[in-house]
């Protein structure tokens, strides 16, 4: 792994650690930030955290995932000690982004605007 990698790496690792989470870009593993839109998942792996123990493991973790669930974009955050990894994509409008989401079946979504992930209403609700 070159020094650039591995540094950013380390970063995120102290990233997750530090605030529960982190979305990089799958293969550079630069870390990434959008004023608004919505982080959707479209699938993932659930670990222990304690499995993320070094910059090789991210860098795996990360490649992985994207590769396998065709994604630019990966998501890590922890919630009850438990690492998730999912390949996510970038959405810009929240009706698209829930009905993509529940087609993946996923729960939430992250709201770049608030910060913070938002539960996915289970059908769609057409008076919003």
Request: net charge negative; glycine share 8%; no cysteine.
């Amino acid at each position: 792994m070159d020094t650039t990698t591995e540094r950013l790496a380390e970063e995120a690792i102290r990233t997750i650690h530090k605030t529960g989470g982190v979305t990089l870009e799958g293969r550079t593993l630069l870390p990434q930030e959008w004023a608004k839109g919505y982080m959707v998942g479209i699938g993932g792996i659930a670990l222990d955290v304690r499995d993320l123990d070094s910059a090789v493991a991210l860098a795996w973790l990360a490649r992985r995932v994207a590769g396998e669930y065709m994604t630019a974009y990966v998501g890590f955050w922890v919630e009850n000690d438990v690492l998730y990894v999912d390949g996510v994509t970038y959405v810009a409008d929240l009706v698209s982004a829930e009905a993509l989401a529940r087609n993946h079946g996923q729960k939430a979504i992250y709201d770049w605007s608030l910060r913070e992930a938002r539960y996915v209403p289970l059908t769609e609700d057409h008076d919003r």
